[in-house]
């Protein structure tokens, strides 16, 4: 089995951010598999070594990266940093544009031939529809699940207000009964064109946010091992297994733009299959593919696939050699599962452990 071990420094760190989330956008202590793949894959499409129509592309009408094509290419991909190195994550706050967060979300606003009539002047409208409305029109914009705060809070600014008691409860009753019926109240103002919907993503409010940003302050050197699945890579290179070396020299970054590497070294080794079943080993693996485990570690939920929207992912744990606080690698003992292979990269503590 052939190998391609990398060897690289970062510049301050780097971040990459958990699957699925959105204004919490934390950082791993240490690259995921995907965005090992990712910045061989840019390489790889940068070089011109394979072509791609952009960033984005559509495929089975799905958005997806091209880096796609490639996930195939390895059988497994892991990543340590060295000895002598350590790091630490963090989080901020930031200002962000925070339109893709609000892509499918959509707010209430009247319908432009209503804006400038009053809400006598509109025909049709039953009191509980005049309540509701009222408080679209007052807000300007306004989330669906919205109404019912505006209304509660005009139900307790009655209070205060100089009216009958017995005016008092016919309001408060006119209140009630249009929040026991918002939605169809909302539906019926629809289908009469009194209200439409906008995307929440064109409001100037929704434009910016504030997000929680989680960076990993690393200024080290790492290991990059990447098991490849030789038959797959001869096939699309032309069995030209150099130009996945070529493309290994021209990685810049790992993750995030921001990300800035240099690599150092880059090789094609022969990886050498163990028989054992107890190895020593600083690279991470899938938890699975272990039964026992001795020495410091920690488990990091990466994922497999998710190279578009709506595409395959699957979250998979994974063990991680040595501390999370400090971020530092150590060597470990594993005891391989029945489904586990150990391949010998380099250094006797280099083991890649794969599923067979």
Avoid: C
């Amino acid at each position: 089995m052939k190998v391609l071990r990398i060897e690289g420094e970062l510049h301050w760190g780097f971040w990459n951010r958990f699957p699925e989330t959105s204004k919490m956008q934390s950082s791993f202590s240490i690259f995921p598999p995907t965005s090992l793949i990712g910045a061989l894959a840019a390489a790889i499409f940068g070089l011109g070594i394979l072509r791609s129509e952009g960033e984005i592309y559509i495929k089975d009408k799905k958005f997806v990266s091209p880096t796609v094509t490639t996930e195939d290419f390895f059988l497994a991909v892991s990543v340590y940093f060295k000895p002598n190195f350590r790091g630490f994550s963090i989080e901020d706050i930031n200002k962000y544009i925070t339109l893709h967060f609000q892509q499918f979300a959509k707010n209430l606003q009247i319908s432009s031939e209503y804006l400038t009539k009053s809400i006598e002047e509109i025909p049709g409208l039953s009191d509980e529809e005049k309540l509701i409305v009222k408080a679209i029109r007052e807000e300007g914009y306004i989330e669906p699940s919205e109404i019912k705060r505006v209304l509660e809070a005009e139900k307790k600014r009655l209070s205060k207000e100089q009216i009958s008691e017995e005016e008092l409860k016919k309001k408060e009753s006119l209140i009630d009964s249009a929040l026991s019926k918002v939605k169809p109240i909302l539906d019926a103002l629809k289908k009469k064109g009194i209200i439409t919907e906008i995307e929440r993503r064109f409001l100037p409010k929704f434009r910016t946010g504030a997000i929680q940003v989680g960076k990993t302050y690393f200024p080290g050197e790492f290991v990059i091992a990447y098991l490849l699945n030789e038959k797959r890579v001869a096939e699309v290179l032309a069995g030209d297994l150099n130009k996945i070396v070529l493309a290994a020299w021209n990685i810049t970054r790992i993750g995030s733009k921001e990300s800035i590497v240099s690599i150092h070294n880059a090789e094609l080794l022969d990886g050498k299959k163990l028989e054992e079943r107890n190895i020593k080993t600083i690279f991470y693996f899938p938890k699975e593919l272990s039964t026992d485990i001795k020495g410091n570690y920690y488990i990091e939920t990466f994922w497999e696939g998710g190279w578009g929207r709506d595409y395959y992912r699957k979250p998979v744990d994974y063990v991680v050699p040595g501390n999370k606080v400090p971020i530092e690698s150590k060597e470990i003992e594993v005891e391989l599962s029945d489904q586990a292979v150990g391949y010998l990269v380099k250094e006797e503590n280099e083991v890649l452990i794969v599923k067979k």
